[in-house]
């Protein structure tokens, strides 16, 4: 696709609820991170993939917080037994390199945690 | 912890006027800075960035002007318009990989 893609758009679960978050980055960008926004803040990183490894994910709040990119493209964030506190939007981004250049971002998927 | 600490908080500003938004970062590992610009239910859009060898870029209406040695930074919008109403985000990358985000400065240019 032309750009970063998140579904779903919106979940609404219920407290104690799985979820998971998918994101289909630009093909063929080797870096992705999933980033958490909570309403009226910054995007706060939360973990990084280089293809299919895990590089990083000391922004996980929490070990019911889970991802994978088991073939180096689409990603999937998982959330366990859901908590009101993860009521946030999740963004996506890839980059085409390891390090250089900006961050390309999809429209996020919209979290609230009844 | 906060790295980067962006101001003001939001900013109203008249159609053909200048909207300045600043940022101060204290990691001095950090080696490009971008702006990115939000629309409501959009993610950040990559606007403009700089590197600290440079002291200021210029594309089109947006300026960035970069102090090295205060560790500041900051977003010039010349003309602004009511279609530059959004929120705004410096951010800073060093070393590695990962991208600090300032907290946004929501921006309304008045018709």
């Known amino acids: 696709g032309a750009g970063v893609s998140q579904s779903p758009r919106y979940k609404v679960a219920k407290r104690g609820q799985d979820v998971a978050l998918r994101c289909d980055p630009i093909?063929?960008?080797?870096?992705l991170f999933w980033y958490q926004q909570a309403l009226g803040q910054g995007p706060e990183f939360l973990t990084y993939?280089?293809?299919?490894?895990?590089?990083?994910k000391s922004g996980l709040p929490s070990d019911r917080f889970f991802a994978e990119r088991p073939e180096g493209s689409v990603s999937t964030l998982k959330i366990q037994r859901t908590q009101q506190e993860d009521s946030a939007v999740y963004l996506c981004?890839?980059?085409?390199?390891?390090?250089?250049?900006?961050?390309?971002f999809g429209s996020g998927t919209q979290l609230s945690v009844l | 912890q906060q790295q980067v600490k962006q101001s003001p908080q939001s900013l109203i500003v008249q159609k053909g006027g200048i909207s300045i938004i600043n940022c101060a970062y204290e990691?001095?590992?950090?080696?490009?800075f971008p702006w990115y610009q939000q629309f409501p239910g959009k993610g950040p859009a990559l606007l403009i960035a700089?590197?600290?060898?440079?002291s200021e870029k210029k594309e089109g209406r947006f300026t960035i002007s970069f102090n090295k040695s205060a560790k500041q930074f900051s977003l010039h919008i010349m003309d602004s318009q009511p279609g530059d109403s959004a929120t705004y985000f410096c951010a800073a990358k060093g070393g590695g990989f990962k991208t600090i985000f300032g907290a946004g400065t929501r921006l309304f240019v008045k018709a």
């Open positions: 981004a890839s980059r085409t390199d390891r390090g250089k250049g900006g961050l390309f």
């Open positions: 093909s063929g960008h080797v870096s």
């Open positions: 990691n001095t590992a950090f080696d490009y």
């Open positions: 993939f280089q293809n299919e490894a895990q590089l990083d």
């Open positions: 700089i590197r600290p060898d440079v």
